[in-house]
């Protein structure tokens, strides 16, 4: 089964940027879609963003877009998620997937362990 590590977290100020990235193995990395979600204490897991095999199409939360840009190098077998101009709501652990659809949230599956990403206001 496809496994994930997620990393690139930590702690910024309101306006500032952080890079994620999740290494997957286990399974041909290059026709397989991913994507970012995150989920807030006391939240639901929501969708973030969302790439295809080829890293040709991408999507993104409405909360999201303009500021995060999904991306993927499948030489390495990485994903990546740039984030730009944060907010103090985009405080959250942030999880990768495999195999995903636009917009959707996995029920179960190929979870990472995470990476913790907290904005000061």
């Known amino acids: 089964q496809v496994q994930l590590v997620e990393s690139g977290g930590g702690l910024v100020q309101a306006g500032g940027s952080l890079r994620l990235s999740c290494v997957a193995s286990g399974r041909t990395f290059s026709t397989i879609n991913m994507g970012w979600f995150r989920q807030a204490p006391g939240k639901e897991r929501e969708f973030v963003a969302h790439i295809n095999w080829s890293g040709g199409y991408r999507y993104y939360a409405d909360s999201v877009k303009g500021r995060f840009t999904i991306s993927r190098d499948n030489a390495k077998n990485t994903m990546y998620l740039q984030m730009n101009s944060l907010k103090p709501e985009d405080t959250a652990v942030y999880y990768c997937?495999?195999?995903?659809?636009?917009?959707?949230?996995?029920?179960?599956?190929?979870w990472g362990q995470g990476t913790q990403v907290t904005v000061s206001s």
């Open positions: 997937a495999v195999d995903t659809v636009p917009g959707a949230v996995p029920r179960g599956g190929s």
